[in-house]
């Protein structure tokens, strides 16, 4: 079994900045994809950004060149760094991993509240 846990959620003002991590631990060799999702209040969770085993990185068009995601494989981390942050980036924001190169999430996080509010 994978348990992720993640942390660095807040409140933070428009424009600016946040990083969330999201830690592995368990069978860690399970996993070849790790990502992050969102969810808003009355909407569908939604994928934000994604980076299998590599290089490869994947974002949802609505934070592509404000968000990075990247990955510690020493520390079997994640993150997401959030810049230029936005009232519509408000969301519970869960991390995943996935057996299978770009594939759908297997193992979540308990999520973490992101808010984006003057």
């Known amino acids: 079994q994978v348990q992720l846990v993640e942390s660095g959620g807040g409140l933070v003002q428009p424009g600016g900045s946040l990083t969330l991590s999201c830690a592995a631990s368990?069978?860690?060799?399970?996993?070849?994809?790790m990502g992050w999702y969102r969810q808003a209040p009355g909407k569908e969770r939604e994928l934000v950004a994604s980076m299998p085993s590599g290089s490869i990185r994947n974002y949802a068009d609505s934070v592509k060149g404000r968000f990075t995601i990247a990955r510690d494989n020493a520390k079997n981390t994640v993150y997401l760094q959030m810049n230029s942050l936005k009232p519509e980036d408000t969301a519970v924001y869960y991390c995943?991993?996935?057996?299978?190169?770009?594939?759908?999430?297997?193992?979540w996080g308990q999520g973490t509240q992101v808010t984006v509010s003057s």
């Open positions: 368990g069978f860690i060799s399970g996993i070849n994809t």
């Open positions: 995943y991993g996935s057996k299978f190169f770009n594939g759908p999430p297997h193992y």
